[in-house]
C-alpha cells in the first residue's frame, strides 16, 4: 500500500537487524519480495514483512572472498537463486535456502570460465538463459555443466535487455 510516506534506513550500532552501510549501488526484490541491497562492502537483504535487514559483508583485503564485495548488479534467477556481480572478485550464486555461495572467477587457462572478474550486469532472457556482461564481453553461462561460453569485445559492456521479439540488447 502506497501511503506517500518516504522511510529513510541508516545504520545503528549495535543493532545487526539495521542496514549496514548506507552507500548503495544497485537494488532488487526477488519473488519473494526481500529487498537485495548492493554495497560496497557486500550486500544486504530487507523482509519488509519483519522490518528486519540481513548484511553479508565480505573481507576486502582478500580477493578469494566466498562473500561478494563491491556489488554492483543482482538478478533472482527462475530456479530461486540470487546472483551479484562483483565490480573486482567475479560472479556468485547464493542458495539462500542453506546460505551457501558458488563463487565463478576467471581463471587465465580455463576457456570455460567467466571472461573477466569485473561483472558488471547479470541477465536472464525469457528462455532461461544466464548472460553476463563482464568487462571483455559477454558470458552465457550453461547450468548443466557451470560452465562460460564467452563472446569477447573491445567494448566494455553495461546493461543487458530483451526487446519483445526475443533479440537481446547490448
Do not use: M
Not at 545487526?16 to 537494488?27: A, E, K
Not at 532488487?28 to 548492493?38: N, S
Not at 514483512?49 to 561478494?68: L, W
Not at 539462500?96 to 573477466?116: G, M
Amino acid at each position: 500500500i502506497c501511503t506517500g510516506e518516504f522511510r529513510h534506513f541508516k545504520p545503528e550500532p549495535g543493532n545487526p537487524n539495521s542496514l549496514g552501510i548506507t552507500t548503495v549501488f544497485c537494488l532488487y526484490e526477488d519473488t519473494r519480495g526481500i529487498l537485495w541491497i548492493g554495497t560496497p562492502i557486500g550486500f544486504s537483504s530487507y523482509n519488509s514483512k519483519k522490518n528486519r535487514f540481513k548484511n553479508y559483508f565480505g573481507d576486502p583485503d582478500s580477493p578469494e572472498s566466498t562473500v561478494p564485495g563491491i556489488t554492483w548488479s543482482i538478478l533472482e534467477d527462475k530456479k530461486g537463486f540470487i546472483w551479484f556481480g562483483d565490480v573486482f572478485r567475479g560472479l556468485y550464486r547464493f542458495n539462500r535456502e542453506n546460505e551457501q555461495f558458488k563463487v565463478y572467477r576467471h581463471k587465465p587457462d580455463d576457456p570455460h570460465s567467466i571472461s573477466s572478474n569485473i561483472i558488471r550486469c547479470i541477465y536472464q532472457d525469457s528462455q532461461g538463459i544466464l548472460w553476463i556482461a563482464a568487462e571483455n564481453g559477454l558470458n552465457k553461462f550453461d547450468y548443466r555443466t557451470e560452465t562460460f561460453t564467452r563472446y569477447l569485445t573491445d567494448i566494455g559492456l553495461q546493461i543487458i535487455k530483451e526487446d519483445k521479439e526475443g533479440s537481446i540488447w547490448l
